[in-house]
């Protein structure tokens, strides 16, 4: 089985962590969830078709991922419709 590595759907803008996802998670587990988003593996986010995500970029909606850290901590990574900035925040912090 061959498995293509697809490139980045969009751009991520200015990310930015908040202090509670920094204080929980580490680099590691926020570069793997950004390398993911990137390409469109929105994770536990429940969007599982490129056409749905197309569509609400041509809609202008902010794409939104949810992951799980290697200590078991859930947080989101939402990247804004103009794609100037994305957040990795944990759920309590929106």
């Given at each position: 089985?061959?498995q293509l590595d ?43 078709d490129r056409r ?36 990795v925040l944990l759920?309590?912090?929106?």
């Amino acid at each position: 089985m061959y498995q293509l590595d697809v490139g980045p759907m969009f751009r991520l803008g200015q990310v930015v962590v908040t202090d509670q996802a920094t204080a929980q998670l580490t680099l590691d587990d926020v570069m793997f969830a950004l390398r993911r988003h990137v390409r469109g593996d929105w994770g536990d986010a429940g969007v599982c078709d490129r056409r749905q995500f197309r569509r609400a970029r041509l809609d202008g909606c902010r794409v939104l991922s949810a992951y799980r850290a290697a200590n078991g901590t859930r947080f989101w990574v939402i990247t804004e419709a103009d794609q100037n900035r994305t957040t990795v925040l944990l759920p309590e912090d929106f």
